[in-house]
């Protein structure tokens, strides 16, 4: 039924996977030129799917199908990705919105459609998340475009430099009135669905999440010469935070805690360490917990830096709340899965989503695909084509019965 439209899905994230900033693997880091590449592309089937284009202040790429009436159903998630990453993570939701809008072949429903695909969920440039679904929800936070990027580019240089208005991104958004809710289609990135042998399931909240940049400071020195005793290595701080991370998270039930990045300076091997810096994801369903936990972190980063005799920084460059999703848009998804026949999963979600933000704006619900041994940030990211055909159904069903919503009968 829906074997060619998710035929083309596949194609598509085949596709865009060969757009990357690396060589090797795929990597789309915001406002990057394969960032570019790949909108100009996806702009171009969503033309052919009968919509109309726009890029935000931040340079996400909305589509839009025009319907009868005020209201507006918004559809999407994000292209950009992390390093070596799979083909899709984000990239698949706006693929099978894409794929669903095409269906209607120009049939006019009583809302409009947008298609929302943001510009940076992942966070890999500037170390925090939803830059572009902050955006368009309208909750951007100008105090972000002092952030730097490795090479000390800062967001408002690299919005301005993609082509964006840095200037416009806090009064960027989407206008709230008349927003029908927001749903997002999503790989699982986790096991439950294929241990459970289901295709699709509902997502119930979004886990609450902190990312921190921290460092510690000591002396650079001659490894030859400077004699162990007194050393101020840098390296060797950094060494016992992150396994005090990993401890910490270990202890405390469902606590997940990542330092996921590493620099070392000057960064060579006869240099004792003069600098390192790391980064931390912490995160957990309940945000009180969330907060002891990094609190207790960032407790320990200055008991390590002054045992050691070193300096330390402690930058909270993000912190997003635990968001539970409508239950009313939500049940439609329920009921769409229920008239194609398939049992209803619900699970929570570990991986923020840009659902998550678009909370502040509308509705959110987000339906997840099994993805295999849910492996993800990786390219070994897998899904089926049989199974986008069943979430491309869901979502066609999930369409009508918004409509129907709209116009009881
Ligand atoms: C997004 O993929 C995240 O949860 O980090
Ligand atoms: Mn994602
Ligand atoms: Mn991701």
């Given at each position: 039924?829906?074997?060619a439209?998710?035929?083309t ?9 060969s757009?990357s900033?690396?060589?090797e693997?795929?990597c789309r880091?915001?406002g ?10 996806v702009?171009g ?16 790429l909305i ?8 209201e507006?159903?918004?559809l999407g998630?994000?292209?950009d990705t992390?390093?070596d ?12 919105a894409i794929a ?7 049939g006019r429903?009583p809302?409009?459609?947008e298609v ?9 440039r ?8 902050s ?6 936070d ?14 408002a240089r690299a919005v ?8 416009a ?5 989407i206008?709230a ?14 096991p439950?669905?294929?241990?459970r042998d289901?295709?699709?399931g509902?997502?119930?909240g ?34 016992e ?13 469902d606590?997940?805690?990542t330092?996921g ?11 004792i ?15 009180e ?8 972190l960032?407790?320990?980063a200055?008991d ?7 300096g ?9 709340i635990?968001v539970?999703?409508d239950?009313?848009?939500?049940g ?12 209803v999963c ?13 909370a502040v ?13 849910g ?26 019965l918004?409509a ?6």
């Amino acid at each position: 039924m829906n074997d060619a439209a998710a035929k083309t899905v596949m194609e598509r994230c085949e596709f865009l996977s060969s757009i990357s900033e690396d060589e090797e693997g795929i990597c789309r880091p915001y406002g990057c030129e394969s960032m570019r590449e790949v909108n100009g592309v996806v702009s171009g089937w969503m033309h052919s799917a009968g919509m109309t284009t726009k890029y935000d202040a931040i340079g996400n790429l909305i589509g839009r199908y025009e319907g009868e009436g005020e209201e507006t159903l918004i559809l999407g998630s994000h292209l950009d990705t992390v390093r070596d990453a799979g083909k899709y993570d984000g990239i698949l939701g706006v693929m099978v919105a894409i794929a669903c809008v095409e269906k209607l072949v120009g049939g006019r429903l009583p809302f409009s459609i947008e298609v929302a695909a943001f510009a940076d969920e992942e966070g890999l440039r500037f170390g925090t998340t939803y830059l572009g679904s902050s955006v368009y929800a309208g909750v951007f936070d100008d105090e972000r475009l002092k952030l730097e990027d490795r090479d000390g580019v800062s967001l408002a240089r690299a919005v301005r430099d993609f082509g964006g208005n840095p200037d416009a991104m806090v009064d960027g958004g989407i206008k709230a009135d008349g927003l029908l809710g927001y749903c997002e289609v999503h790989i699982e990135q986790g096991p439950v669905l294929e241990n459970r042998d289901l295709p699709v399931g509902v997502v119930t909240g979004i886990q609450s999440q902190s990312r921190v940049q921290a460092s510690f400071t000591g002396v650079a020195g001659h490894a030859g010469t400077v004699p162990m005793e007194g050393r101020k290595d840098a390296l060797c701080a950094t060494a016992e935070f992150i396994l005090e991370v990993e401890r910490m998270a270990k202890d405390e039930p469902d606590a997940v805690a990542t330092v996921g990045e590493m620099k070392a300076l000057p960064g060579a091997s006869n240099v004792i360490s003069g600098e390192a810096r790391v980064s931390l994801d912490l995160r957990h369903p309940d945000d009180e917990v969330r907060e002891r936990l990094r609190d207790h972190l960032e407790a320990r980063a200055a008991d390590i830096a002054a045992a050691r005799n070193c300096g330390h920084s402690w930058e909270v460059r993000q912190e997003n709340i635990a968001v539970p999703m409508d239950e009313r848009l939500t049940g439609l998804l329920v009921k769409a899965m229920e008239s194609s026949g398939l049992p209803v999963c619900r699970i929570p979600s570990g991986a923020g989503h840009d659902a998550a933000q678009m909370a502040v704006l509308t509705a959110p619900a987000v339906l997840f695909v099994r993805c295999e041994d849910g492996i993800s940030h990786n390219p070994a990211e897998s899904v089926t084509e049989g199974d986008v055909a069943v979430a491309i159904d869901v979502i066609d069903r999930f369409i009508e019965l918004v409509a129907e919503m709209r116009n009881p009968t």
